[in-house]
């Protein structure tokens, strides 16, 4: 028997990232800059495709925000 055990696949709100972003005044070429990524990564996430709770956890706190008020309620 396999116990293998993967990551959570989070997908973000795309209109509470944007709020948050709006309301740190801040934009993706800035977080992207914070996280040391590039910001098609970023926008990745924003966009709503899957990511990892590490990129949650780096996109909220280059915003200033908790990760759980930018996520998708699923």
Do not use: C, F, H, W
């Not at 990511?51 to 909220?60: K, M, P, Y």
């Amino acid at each position: 028997m396999s116990t293998n055990t993967y990551p959570p696949i989070l997908r973000l709100d795309k209109r509470k990232i944007r709020i948050a972003m709006i309301n740190a005044d801040v934009t993706v070429p800035q977080i992207a800059q914070r996280m040391g990524v590039t910001r098609q990564t970023v926008y990745n996430a924003i966009s709503g495709r899957n990511t990892t709770l590490d990129t949650v956890s780096e996109i909220a706190a280059a915003i200033g925000v908790d990760p759980l008020s930018i996520l998708k309620a699923e």
